[in-house]
């Protein structure tokens, strides 16, 4: 989510930081038709895989938000339960003792003020026992209001619990209309990934495809670099990006299955950031505050999310399930931005990360604190 609105970005003048918003995501959306409009021939394809993985990614959004709201309703189910468990032990107690109150009195044994008073004889032992007669008839009383008040709050309860209840029902019920929606949003994939397998076949096509893949990124990294020059990153009293280098958290934990540098299985080509293997839907967190510069499906990346932070430097998260972020939010370090996931034609959940500086590749490990 967007830790701070645009109207709480660090820029005195509100309406020209508004203006200066819009025409980033105009520039940015303009970028996106002209990459768009690099087709291959694999393009009808590749278009079908795209439709397919920002389906998933809506639907798994509308899915965690289900079940964040299901998680709340069933907290505030678990809280009226246990009111209603510590009043019913009340009631009991209450019980308990105004029925030890009654036999209390029914040992005085039930007689009127007037018949109290004629039938003693020591007046010291009479007025005792006119006290405690008083006494007990007080008691007694505010006992009996008292349990009818609880009777009372404890029909509120049931009727409270019995709407939670329909509420968690239709909930559960939208939550599994959305995991039918997405098991289908994720079988279409599925077939499309397989038409994808069966066209790329050779080494060769695999290779010029990647070439294709990080060629296109490489001119989506300079167009924003330029959309972003009149929206510069004001970092106010926040830490440089560059002084953060080696403090830095990995934006997911998991294992790195790809080192900055190593070679690909296409062949020929070098991994200009790291692969992270992680579990399927885990959080991915930017690694320091900035703004988000693009937040969609990229050819040969899937859902990515790029993260300005100024002085040059970016960082870019890949191959994710979902996206939670748009372009121009404000983010802090640490916030969650999208989960990991196989878009872009992955096998398996894993995030992709780089770090660049000017539009260079750096490795990212080197950035980063590791346990």
Do not use: C
């Amino acid at each position: 989510m967007v830790s701070m609105p645009v109207s709480a970005a660090p820029d005195s003048d509100t309406s020209l930081q508004l203006q200066k918003l819009h025409k980033l995501r105009t520039n940015v959306e303009q970028l996106q038709r002209t990459l768009e409009k690099d087709k291959d021939r694999y393009s009808t394809v590749r278009t079908k895989l795209r439709k397919a993985e920002k389906a998933v990614g809506r639907v798994v959004r509308k899915l965690g938000a289900v079940n964040r709201q299901l998680k709340t309703q069933q907290k505030k189910m678990n809280a009226l339960h246990k009111q209603r468990g510590k009043l019913k032990a009340d009631l009991v107690q209450q019980r308990r003792v105004l029925a030890s109150q009654i036999r209390t009195a029914h040992a005085i044994g039930r007689q009127e003020y007037m018949k109290l008073l004629l039938n003693q004889k020591d007046p010291s032992v009479m007025g005792r026992t006119l006290v405690q007669y008083d006494y007990l008839n007080r008691t007694r009383t505010e006992n009996i209001t008292v349990i009818q008040e609880d009777v009372a709050r404890l029909a509120d309860l049931e009727q409270a619990i019995s709407l939670q209840t329909t509420k968690l029902q239709l909930t559960r019920d939208k939550r599994l209309a959305q995991k039918r929606q997405l098991d289908q949003r994720r079988k279409e994939r599925s077939k499309i990934l397989k038409v994808l397998d069966r066209q790329i076949k050779t080494g060769k096509q695999k290779l010029n495809q990647a070439k294709a893949d990080i060629k296109q990124l490489e001119d989506l990294m300079r167009g924003l670099r330029r959309a972003l020059a009149d929206v510069p990153i004001d970092a106010g009293q926040r830490k440089s990006f560059r002084s953060q280098k080696g403090r830095m958290r990995l934006p997911v934990k998991g294992r790195i299955t790809s080192s900055y540098g190593s070679k690909r299985n296409d062949g020929g080509l070098r991994w200009q950031g790291v692969m992270i293997r992680a579990k399927q839907g885990s959080e991915v967190r930017t690694v320091s505050h900035g703004r988000v510069a693009f937040a969609d499906w990229l050819r040969g990346f899937g859902l990515m999310v790029i993260v300005d932070h100024g002085d040059g430097y970016m960082s870019l998260y890949g191959h994710n399930d979902s996206l939670f972020v748009e372009t121009g939010d404000w983010l802090e370090p640490g916030e969650v931005i999208a989960s990991v996931g196989t878009s872009g034609g992955r096998k398996r959940p894993s995030l992709y990360f780089e770090i660049r500086h000017n539009g260079k590749p750096a490795n990212p490990l080197r950035w980063v604190r590791r346990n």
